[in-house]
């Protein structure tokens, strides 16, 4: 855990109402939105990750942007129980944008973390705004050597970059150790085009010895289900009882969390895809939901998600007690 020192006081946040969705996910309402006052989070709480990192404290890393709208990562320190709790808010951002001309110059925002050893792995992406095109994205890795010691970048380039297998760009990681291995669902652009519609954004599969060289196996193992669809993003994949179980966002006419199912982590059964979290109109979260990340604690299974903006109004969290 970072010293006191870089965390500051909770402010209060108006009470969200507590609304059960048409599936097993029961809403708690939001946990964080940034109130203005630091210059590096001004704005949005965005790709909320969590870790256990004590019995009944979770830390929740985010991306957060500046007034010049980068990106830079940052955390909070929330309990669970009885009722989701925010304790403390880092006062200074772990993961910031690169140096000029750097594949993470425009800002980084969140992918996953994994335990390794006594050393940490955060993955994240690097953004550089384009001309032609939007921004490219790009995969990052810093690492914390042990507890409570900083996040380090691991290199000025990317672990990945584009190749002929992602010839455009690459987005949230989201890695696991399985059998001795390490696997990696990832964001993929297909093609580029004048609109956002045109993307053609779909999820992959990497798969690597030690956790920083990937080898990516071409597949798209995720990708649009219709027409009218045309991103999935953000894979959050669990691994319980020897099945695997994905939660993303889809992207049409507005992003919504889907869940996903497998029993190799390649072939993902999408027929009985339901959305496991609508948004409630009215409220912080009533235009979208998205950028999922899910944590099993204490018997229970809790879900993090951004709201409207793509998380201009914060996040929030959702429970069930059972998939």
């Not at 009944?56 to 957060?64: K, M």
């Not at 095109?133 to 380090?152: C, D, H, M, T, Y």
């Not at 990945?160 to 390490?182: A, I, K």
């Amino acid at each position: 855990m970072l010293p006191d020192s870089l965390t500051q006081p909770v402010p209060p946040l108006e009470t969200t109402r507590i609304a059960t969705t048409s599936s097993q996910w029961r809403k708690l309402g939001r946990l964080f939105c940034p109130t203005g006052e630091l210059a590096w989070m001004r704005s949005h709480a965005s790709h909320p990750t969590p870790e256990c990192v004590g019995p009944n404290l979770i830390r929740v890393y985010f991306g957060t942007r500046d007034a010049e709208q980068r990106s830079h990562i940052g955390w909070l320190d929330c309990e669970l129980t009885p009722r989701p709790r925010v304790v403390r808010v880092a006062t200074e951002p772990i993961v910031v944008p690169g140096p000029l001309g750097g594949f993470d110059d425009s800002g980084t925002s969140m992918g996953c973390v994994l335990q390794q050893g006594d050393r940490r792995l955060l993955y994240y992406i690097g953004w550089n705004l384009g001309v032609t095109v939007p921004w490219r994205n790009f995969i990052g890795l810093a690492i914390s050597e042990s507890a409570g010691q900083p996040f380090k970048k691991y290199s000025r380039v990317p672990i990945m970059d584009r190749t002929d297998e992602d010839p455009f760009s690459l987005s949230y990681p989201w890695v696991l150790e399985d059998n001795g291995r390490y696997r990696m669902w990832y964001g993929s652009n297909l093609t580029w085009g004048r609109e956002h519609s045109d993307m053609g954004h779909v999820i992959k599969h990497a798969v690597s010895d030690d956790g920083i060289h990937w080898h990516r196996d071409r597949r798209v193992v995720l990708g649009c289900a219709s027409e009218a669809e045309f991103a999935v993003t953000r894979p959050c994949v669990l691994k319980r009882h020897g099945d695997y179980h994905m939660w993303f966002c889809a992207r049409s006419d507005r992003y919504q969390i889907l869940r996903a199912r497998s029993n190799d982590g390649l072939t993902w059964d999408r027929t009985s895809l339901s959305a496991d979290l609508a948004p409630t109109p009215g409220d912080w979260d009533g235009e979208m939901t998205t950028y999922p990340a899910v944590i099993e604690h204490a018997g229970a299974f809790y879900l993090f998600y951004s709201g409207d903006g793509y998380g201009k109004s914060g996040f929030g969290v959702a429970m069930c007690d059972r998939l």
